[in-house]
């Protein structure tokens, strides 16, 4: 197969599929979704704001089932979003375990000021700005909502989810910022506030992460999942999933012993799969996973596709997230290519709709076609092969 050349047109009518964005973050982009180029959008809810954002999002422009399930179906402009419901950790903070507080579905002002000190490091002390902060939600009945949004779109995934050690929480708004801030912006973000020195612990992060795990597990769908300056809390967690459910690995020496077998004309034992072995077992972890703007190293790709993994993984790649170097040999370029061609995404992460996010895409796509060799007709019909794969869990 030929490399594609920079100069090369690009083949939007093969399907570009973009696997982690955030357009209902900007609610007035949402009109430009029917006019863009790529075909859907995997849209990720992140916080208690955008859940319905989202889901009328999908009511609107969502990929419905009958047409899901056809690999060659085309879809018409008003079929553009998978939708994905989750809680991202930069709003860890704001759930709790309700388990801890007797069940309960609200704190009171005192059990608000503990449940912040017990997760924020180092521990806030004054307690007037404890009291700002956001009033926690209760993680379960977050996952009850989760789930009831889960049965009404067959198709939605869980996302954005994972764990992140760099992000601080932000300063609550003050009453001058908050007459000034943009109304079409979904609350519940940054908006360029400042940063407080307090950080989630990695611990509460997990608490958070692995509930949404299992639900997806449960529910056999796919799940987007974040990490920054986390990787090896984030390979550990989702190995931590998925204990005592890895797939059955053949040694060398049992694999020579059966084909012995067979050349005698003898019938070999054959053990039960882990997988037999479970078919009917709830699995506390999702079937599919993507490792969205993946920034990990390239040798850490391989852990993630042992034959133990009892889930196929998925890597992601943005042009606006990853750092990619000028001269095609940095850190992303090397993890790219050691991901099989099978298992790797395009993604635009970018928080608006429109032509912004198509050129996005198209850039990445571009990047990726030259570092694997492909013909961006090559190039751009693999990864939509994958993105098939890993939503909808067959191309």
């Given at each position: 197969?030929?490399?594609?050349?920079?100069?090369?047109?690009?083949?939007?009518?093969?399907?570009?599929?973009?696997?982690?964005?955030?357009?209902?973050?900007?609610?007035?982009?949402?009109?430009?979704?029917?006019?863009?180029?790529?075909?859907?959008?995997?849209v990720m809810?992140?916080?208690?704001?955008?859940?319905?954002?989202?889901?009328?999002?999908?009511?609107?422009?969502?990929?419905?089932?009958t047409d899901a399930i056809h690999a060659d179906t085309d879809w018409s402009q008003e079929q553009k979003i998978v939708p994905a419901f989750g809680w991202h950790p930069w709003f860890s903070h704001q759930l709790y375990d309700e388990s801890q507080y007797e069940g309960r579905l609200s704190l009171s002002q005192?059990?608000?000021?503990?449940?912040?000190?017990?997760?924020?490091?180092?521990?806030?002390?004054?307690?007037?700005?404890?009291?700002?902060?956001?009033?926690?939600?209760?993680?379960?009945?977050?996952?009850?909502?989760?789930?009831?949004?889960?049965?009404?779109?067959?198709?939605?995934?869980?996302g954005e989810v994972g764990l992140d050690r760099s992000f601080r929480i932000p300063e609550p708004w003050g009453p001058a910022e908050a007459e000034?801030?943009?109304?079409?912006?979904t609350a519940g973000?940054?908006?360029?506030?400042?940063?407080?020195?307090?950080?989630?612990?990695?611990d509460h992060q997990k608490e958070i992460l692995l509930a949404q795990l299992r639900l997806a597990?449960?529910?056999?769908?796919?799940?987007?999942?974040?990490?920054?300056?986390?990787?090896?809390?984030?390979?550990?967690?989702?190995?931590e999933s998925w204990k005592g459910h890895e797939n059955q690995v053949t040694s060398q020496r049992e694999r020579k012993r059966t084909a012995s077998a067979i050349s005698r004309n003898a019938q070999p034992v054959e053990e039960e799969s882990q997988s037999d072995k479970e078919s009917n077992v709830e699995r506390p972890f999702p079937p599919r996973l993507?490792?969205?703007?993946?920034?990990?190293?390239?040798?850490?790709?391989?852990?993630?596709?042992?034959?133990?993994v009892p889930c196929d993984v998925f890597f992601s790649f943005s042009s606006a997230?990853?750092?990619?170097?000028?001269?095609?040999?940095?850190?992303?370029?090397?993890?790219?290519?050691?991901?099989?061609?099978?298992?790797?995404?395009?993604?635009?992460?970018?928080?608006?709709?429109g032509e912004n996010m198509d050129a996005a895409l198209e850039e990445v796509v571009r990047k990726i076609c030259k570092l694997k060799g492909w013909s961006l007709d090559d190039g751009v019909s693999q990864l939509g092969h994958n993105w098939r794969r890993f939503v909808f869990g067959h191309s």
């Open positions: 197969m030929a490399a594609s050349g920079d100069n090369d047109a690009f083949p939007w009518h093969l399907g570009i599929f973009d696997a982690h964005c955030h357009p209902t973050d900007n609610l007035n982009s949402l009109r430009k979704i029917p006019g863009m180029r790529a075909k859907v959008l995997t809810a992140t916080r208690s704001q955008d859940q319905s954002l989202v889901a009328e999002a999908a009511d609107e422009f969502g990929v419905v089932q005192s059990e608000k000021a503990h449940h912040y000190r017990r997760i924020l490091a180092p521990a806030p002390k004054d307690e007037t700005w404890l009291q700002t902060l956001p009033d926690p939600s209760p993680l379960g009945r977050f996952l009850q909502e989760t789930e009831t949004f889960l049965e009404k779109y067959p198709v939605a995934l869980i000034k801030r943009d109304a079409s912006v973000g940054r908006e360029s506030r400042k940063l407080s020195p307090f950080r989630v612990s990695i597990g449960r529910l056999q769908r796919a799940a987007s999942v974040h990490g920054v300056q986390a990787h090896g809390h984030v390979y550990d967690t989702l190995a993507c490792l969205h703007s993946y920034s990990g190293s390239a040798d850490a790709v391989s852990r993630y596709l042992a034959p133990a997230v990853n750092s990619w170097a000028d001269d095609g040999s940095g850190k992303v370029e090397a993890s790219v290519k050691a991901v099989p061609d099978g298992n790797i995404l395009v993604e635009s992460d970018l928080d608006t709709a």
